[in-house]
């Protein structure tokens, strides 16, 4: 699937996620955890060409700060998170 971080904003009360130098503009998705207890994200290049990469578990207001990544993609500076041990049917 193809995205865009066009008009992208600021969400203040989440943990800035410490990698990727971080802006303050984020593009937010929700996935529910598979019974293997992983999830695996992989991004690739394309009108963006720098990405990064944060997961999070919890509420919206009360976010925990799971996995962060810049750089780790086989696709040039783009991210990549391979996260298991999770629990089934969490949303991340």
């Not at 994200?41 to 963006?48: A, E, L, N, P």
């Not at 720098?50 to 086989?74: E, I």
């Not at 040039?76 to 949303?91: A, D, R, W």
Request: glycine share 10%.
């Amino acid at each position: 699937s193809s995205y865009t971080n066009l008009s992208a904003t600021n969400s203040p009360s989440i943990p800035a996620p410490g990698c990727a130098f971080y802006n303050g503009s984020d593009v937010w998705f929700s996935v529910v955890v598979p019974a293997n207890g992983i999830i695996r994200v992989d991004s690739q290049t394309g009108t963006m060409t720098d990405s990064g990469l944060a997961l999070y578990t919890g509420t919206c207001g009360s976010l925990t700060l799971l996995a962060c990544d810049d750089d780790a993609s086989a696709n040039g500076n783009m991210s990549y998170i391979n996260q298991t041990g999770l629990t089934p049917g969490q949303t991340i």
